[in-house]
């Protein structure tokens, strides 16, 4: 599918980041066919670990403790996979 955006949380900082993310998040302008994952792997304590995948590429990472700036980091993994899409990496073309 074209600029499918799919969710992969588990915990609440993680569906609260990816309501951010998913808040912010404009399709790119591309011929071509992507989905973007936000996947998260909980990690000991309370903090939890977010990626965002553009077609099995990591475009974003970041540690999410409760104290993190959740909508700063959505926006800054928003911004980073934006320009990657844009870019023409990971794209699938079908001809």
């Known amino acids: 599918m074209r600029g499918l955006v799919v969710d992969e949380t588990i915990t609440p900082q993680g569906r609260t980041f990816y309501t951010e993310f998913y808040g912010v998040w404009q399709s790119p302008p591309v011929d071509g066919f992507y ?5 998260e792997k909980p990690t000991p304590g309370r903090a939890a670990l977010v ?4 077609n ?9 403790q ?6 700063e980091r959505a926006l800054q993994a928003a911004r980073r996979t934006y320009g990657y899409v844009r870019s ?3 794209i699938l073309q079908i001809y």
């Open 51 to 54: 990626r965002v995948f553009v």
């Open 88 to 90: 023409g990496q990971g």
């Open 35 to 39: 989905t973007v994952e936000v996947r």
């Open 66 to 71: 409760p104290r993190t700036d959740i909508a």
């Open 56 to 64: 099995d590429d990591v475009t974003f990472q970041a540690r999410l």
